[in-house]
């Protein structure tokens, strides 16, 4: 370990003690962040199980890199933990994780963030911690037990649990898969899983628990949970996986395939069992049960295989072959033993395959096996270093199996020699049951009296080989060049005697001429004579002798019968049409797609297309030149052509004469892009229907299409109804104003009639009030006078409301807009009322601002307002209450008049009273009054631009604010 590595560990170590962090991380994890670098310098077994691929620090979330620079920049306390939830994983399936954050000093001085998570965190996650790692203890010796070869290694999976996402065709055949699935596969698998199907998988890669997985794919229906246990990458073991798949239909509905995710628990591994069928996978010999030990007589009928036992410190066991105990050799036995180099003591003497005069008949290709013949496979793995019952009857099918030579990569073994049995000791050897080792393959054992078998463990009966060699495929095993094993089915039908003859003969390089894909299909072998065979083959990984290996099998292309030897230009014609067959089917896929995306959007536009039909509004589609390309439904019902009529004429043939030169224009707008083509609000246009007649219509066009030939959408609503009522508010509006003026001129009409007579009447009175042409004798006369007088001026005051009113309504009320002091007029108005508030014993006051700016007003009708407001308030306010008229500059800059009494008050619904004309609030006191007062206020204060609101609360006061806007202030 570097420097810099023994710092982090030392810091770990620190940090692992710290009194904050240790009861938090205690079976969890801990990390620590480097500020300088914005990485994790440190990890626990826990943190690194939680963070799996994303240890680094760069490969943490961006959003989780910021906040642990500003917790390890001061945020994070250094005396107590700070709870903060970070997500310290990329991707969809990334959670939040609760840590404790705390500052620590390292030894150098620096600031270090710890980041500590606790075990039930890590239980929530699903995350388990690897145990630290346990001795092995010594090997037993050989002489007591039989060991296996040892075990690799497994390296524990950084992430207790991998999702990965999946898709696959109609044809079950893989088209996407995430890259997480490298985790569980390994790279190079997952490279080539792409274009693999599910059935290829089943058995070889894949072991289908429930066995319904191809149904569940079959069907349209969406599927979850559904346990299979994946091979790992390398490791004859697998992981438990749960797949989830939902069905993606095409534009028929029909099936095109299914997407889903699947859930590995990469802490449940468990042995993964080797394929048992040559079309659905590798066939490697598999751990099975212990068989029965053979008798004596299978011993002596079954065929040898020698084995080389002088190595005892290799650690691996041969692999093919079964230890035996035996009985301690004597002396005499163990001198006569004969060195392991020595010529003939490693190899039996085999039948040479080039002797045979007609090549093994191949069973033809099949997608699937039959299912006696899937049985027989199964009972062949379950059989593995056993004889299978009845081989000693009748003639085989085959000709004799040749033993199985071992590999010199285990020629040695890891077990002393046992001593052999005395020579008058023979039946109590025999008696003894041997004990198969499940990992390797029989040998058969040679007798105690023979002479030429070297001294050394028994030798079994090679009987998996007998069932291995009569299969009708042929099957090798290989490691890069080195061929492991080949049976006596590829031995003959490529002339060679034995592995040891294929093996000198060139190995795996000179034996495969060529292939057309890298996972099998057709290829090309070349036997011991140079002549070159086609066959079907099945290429799939396999572990041998705990290493990974590579299992072929070869079958006849064709369907059976003798396998023709072929010349190099048949070979090359085939391997030709090999590729060409390829490519046809490649060609063939992408019609299909390029199909069922042409289906796909034709639907689309099918759909599109019914979907206008539908609209109530009728779509015009017009080329740049404004010709009619196409019309929906709607648009044939609105203008009466059949689109075919109308295809290729200007589309101002559907306007009338007076609309050709606006939906023109509108179009050339569009052409050229500018501010016509951006502020896009629609013309109103008149059609020419063809059964004769307008229709009004609101058109509004857009781009539709870019390029050599660019194309307009005109989208047509019908307006008929919206111009009928339009023109019905139209009539409605014209008959109110006239109402309006009638009602003014009858109005004037009448103040002017009234306004003589009233004149004189007063007049009159005032003069015989005053006695200027003699005295009145009875005080009777004089009161009558009085009231003549007053009632003359209530009357002609009506008349003058009215009028005003009338004129305002109308719009033709005379004002003269001059700098008017509002100040000044509210003093006046108060010194004028000030003796009828005195008399009803209200106090009326003023408080005005007195640097109030002048405003832009009419001031008669101000000074109206002023008074009738003052008036009003006085009049209903009780005796010793108070009426306040003030004046202000808001902040808006805007001038305001306030009056504020302290009077009876009014709710919401008797303001809305008392501002309709002729209508008075109904109160216990009798005030008078002709009910004009506020309604020609509120007039007068909007004459003059100006806004009034009026706030009142029952037997509590009302407030009138009279507002004049900044435009209409001066400055001052």
């Given at each position: 370990m570097s420097e810099p590595g023994q710092d982090w560990a030392m810091q770990g170590t620190d940090a692992a003690k710290d009194a904050a962090l240790a009861p938090f991380i205690a079976d969890g994890a801990l990390m620590l962040w480097d500020q300088k670098t914005s990485r994790v310098g440190f990890v626990n077994a826990g943190a690194e199980a939680l963070l799996g691929q994303h240890v680094d620090g760069p490969s943490l979330p961006a959003p989780t890199r910021s906040r642990l620079a500003l917790l390890a920049g001061g945020l994070a306390p250094r005396d107590h933990l700070r709870l903060e939830r970070l997500r310290l994983t990329a991707g969809f399936t990334a959670t939040l994780v609760t840590c404790g954050c705390k500052l620590l000093t390292g030894a150098d001085g620096q600031q270090i963030l710890a980041i500590a998570i606790a075990p039930s965190e890590l239980r929530r996650l699903g995350i388990t911690v690897p145990p630290a790692p346990i001795a092995v203890p010594p090997a037993i010796p050989a002489a007591t037990v039989a060991s296996p070869a040892p075990a690799r290694a497994i390296a524990a999976s950084k992430r207790a649990t991998v999702r990965f996402v999946w898709q696959s065709d109609a044809d079950g055949r893989f088209t996407s898969l995430s890259p997480d699935i490298a985790e569980i596969v390994g790279a190079d698998a997952a490279a080539s899983l792409i274009g693999r199907s599910w059935l290829e998988l089943i058995d070889c890669d894949l072991l289908d628990r429930e066995g319904s997985l191809i149904q569940r794919l079959a069907s349209a229906a969406t599927w979850s949970g559904h346990p299979v246990l994946w091979r790992t990458a390398g490791l004859a073991e697998g992981v438990r996986v749960e797949l989830s798949g939902v069905p993606v239909l095409d534009a028929k509905r029909d099936l095109a395939g299914f997407r889903g995710f699947g859930l590995a628990r990469m802490i449940e591994r468990e042995p993964f069992p080797l394929p048992t069928s040559a079309s659905d996978g590798p066939m490697a010999p598999a751990s099975a049960s212990v068989p029965p030990a053979p008798t004596t007589n299978d011993v002596d009928s079954a065929p040898l295989i020698a084995e080389s036992s002088d190595s005892a410190g290799e650690g691996e066991a041969p692999e093919i072959g079964v230890d035996v105990p035996a009985t301690e050799p004597t002396p005499a036995a163990r001198s006569e033993t004969p060195p392991p180099n020595e010529a003939g003591a490693n190899v039996v003497p085999l039948r040479n395959g080039h002797l045979t005069a007609v090549r093994p008949v191949l069973e033809p290709s099949k997608a699937l096996l039959t299912s006696a013949e899937r049985n027989a496979f199964r009972e062949i793995a379950k059989a593995l270093g056993a004889r299978i019952a009845g081989d000693d009857e009748g003639e085989p099918r085959l000709p004799p199996a040749a033993p199985l030579r071992l590999s010199d990569e285990v020629s040695r073994s890891d077990r002393p020699a046992p001593e052999p049995a005395k020579p008058n000791d023979t039946t109590a050897a025999e008696s003894k049951p041997p004990a198969a080792d499940v990992s390797s393959v029989s040998e058969p054992a040679p007798s105690?009296?023979?002479?030429?078998?070297?001294?050394?463990?028994?030798?079994?009966?090679?009987?998996?080989?007998?069932?291995?060699?009569?299969?009708?495929?042929?099957?090798?095993?290989?490691?890069?060049?080195?061929?492991?094993?080949?049976?006596?089915?590829?031995?003959?039908?490529?002339?060679?005697?034995?592995?040891?003859?294929?093996?000198?003969?060139?190995?795996?390089?000179?034996?495969?001429?060529?292939?057309?894909?890298?996972?099998?299909?057709?290829?090309?072998?070349?036997?011991?004579?140079?002549?070159?065979?086609?066959?079907?083959?099945?290429?799939?990984?396999?572990?041998?002798?705990?290493?990974?290996?590579?299992?072929?099998?070869?079958?006849?292309?064709?369907?059976?019968?003798?396998?023709?030897?072929?010349?190099?230009?048949?070979?090359?014609?085939?391997?030709?049409?090999?590729?060409?067959?390829?490519?046809?089917?490649?060609?063939?896929?992408?019609?299909?797609?390029?199909?069922?995306?042409?289906?796909?959007?034709?639907?689309?536009?099918?759909?599109?297309?019914?979907?206008?039909?539908?609209?109530?509004?009728?779509?015009?589609?017009?080329?740049?030149?404004?010709?009619?390309?196409?019309?929906?439904?709607?648009?044939?019902?609105?203008?009466?052509?059949?689109?075919?009529?109308?295809?290729?004429?200007?589309?101002?043939?559907?306007?009338?004469?007076?609309?050709?030169?606006?939906?023109?224009?509108?179009?050339?707008?569009?052409?050229?892009?500018?501010?016509?083509?951006?502020?896009?609000?629609?013309?109103?246009?008149?059609?020419?229907?063809?059964?004769?007649?307008?229709?009004?219509?609101?058109?509004?066009?857009?781009?539709?299409?870019?390029?050599?030939?660019?194309?307009?959408?005109?989208?047509?609503?019908?307006?008929?109804?919206?111009?009928?009522?339009?023109?019905?508010?139209?009539?409605?509006?014209?008959?109110?104003?006239?109402?309006?003026?009638?009602?003014?001129?009858?109005?004037?009409?009448?103040?002017?009639?009234?306004?003589?007579?009233?004149?004189?009447?007063?007049?009159?009175?005032?003069?015989?009030?005053?006695?200027?042409?003699?005295?009145?004798?009875?005080?009777?006369?004089?009161?009558?006078?009085?009231?003549?007088?007053?009632?003359?001026?209530?009357?002609?005051?009506?008349?003058?409301?009215?009028?005003?009113?009338?004129?305002?309504?109308?719009?033709?009320?005379?004002?003269?807009?001059?700098?008017?002091?509002?100040?000044?007029?509210?003093?006046?108005?108060?010194?004028?009322?000030?003796?009828?508030?005195?008399?009803?014993?209200?106090?009326?006051?003023?408080?005005?601002?007195?640097?109030?700016?002048?405003?832009?007003?009419?001031?008669?009708?101000?000074?109206?307002?002023?008074?009738?407001?003052?008036?009003?308030?006085?009049?209903?306010?009780?005796a010793g209450g108070q009426v306040i008229v003030s004046t202000a500059l808001g902040d808006q800059g805007e001038a305001i008049l306030r009056v504020r009494d302290t009077g009876i008050g009014m709710d919401d619904s008797e303001i809305a009273m008392a501002l309709e004309p002729f209508r008075q609030v109904p109160t216990t006191r009798r005030a008078g009054g002709t009910g004009l007062g506020l309604p020609l206020t509120k007039a007068l204060v909007e004459a003059n631009r100006a806004a009034m609101t009026i706030t009142s609360v029952k037997k509590e006061g009302t407030l009138v604010e009279i507002t004049f806007p900044p435009q209409r202030v001066l400055a001052g």
């Open positions: 105690a009296d023979t002479p030429s078998a070297p001294a050394g463990r028994q030798r079994l009966p090679n009987s998996h080989a007998d069932v291995l060699d009569r299969l009708p495929v042929a099957v090798l095993v290989n490691r890069g060049d080195e061929p492991l094993y080949a049976n006596r089915t590829l031995l003959d039908l490529l002339d060679y005697a034995d592995l040891a003859d294929l093996t000198s003969g060139g190995g795996i390089s000179r034996m495969i001429k060529g292939a057309a894909r890298a996972d099998g299909g057709t290829m090309i072998l070349v036997d011991r004579t140079g002549h070159l065979v086609s066959v079907d083959a099945r290429l799939s990984s396999v572990s041998w002798q705990g290493e990974p290996a590579t299992l072929m099998a070869f079958r006849h292309p064709d369907g059976g019968g003798e396998v023709k030897a072929l010349t190099e230009e048949e070979a090359e014609e085939a391997e030709l049409a090999a590729e060409f067959e390829a490519e046809e089917a490649e060609i063939a896929a992408r019609v299909d797609a390029l199909r069922l995306d042409i289906d796909a959007r034709e639907a689309r536009i099918s759909e599109m297309i019914a979907v206008l039909d539908t609209a109530t509004d009728g779509v015009v589609t017009v080329d740049e030149r404004g010709r009619i390309l196409s019309l929906n439904k709607t648009a044939e019902a609105l203008f009466g052509y059949d689109q075919r009529e109308v295809s290729g004429e200007l589309f101002t043939l559907l306007f009338a004469p007076e609309s050709h030169a606006p939906a023109l224009d509108y179009l050339e707008g569009l052409k050229g892009g500018g501010v016509a083509s951006v502020m896009n609000d629609g013309r109103e246009v008149m059609a020419r229907v063809r059964q004769g007649g307008r229709i009004p219509l609101f058109m509004t066009m857009g781009q539709i299409a870019d390029g050599a030939e660019r194309r307009f959408c005109a989208v047509l609503r019908d307006i008929t109804a919206w111009k009928k009522t339009e023109g019905e508010l139209v009539e409605a509006r014209k008959a109110a104003e006239k109402a309006s003026a009638q009602k003014s001129d009858v109005l004037a009409k009448i103040s002017h009639e009234i306004r003589t007579p009233l004149n004189a009447i007063i007049g009159f009175a005032e003069v015989m009030a005053e006695e200027r042409f003699g005295p009145i004798a009875n005080e009777r006369y004089k009161e009558y006078l009085r009231d003549i007088h007053q009632s003359g001026g209530y009357v002609i005051s009506l008349v003058n409301d009215l009028l005003d009113l009338a004129k305002i309504e109308a719009g033709k009320l005379d004002l003269d807009f001059v700098s008017v002091n509002l100040n000044e007029i509210a003093l006046s108005v108060v010194n004028l009322l000030q003796p009828e508030a005195q008399r009803g014993r209200v106090v009326l006051r003023s408080g005005l601002s007195p640097k109030l700016p002048p405003v832009v007003a009419d001031q008669r009708s101000i000074r109206q307002i002023v008074i009738n407001l003052l008036s009003n308030a006085v009049k209903f306010t009780d």
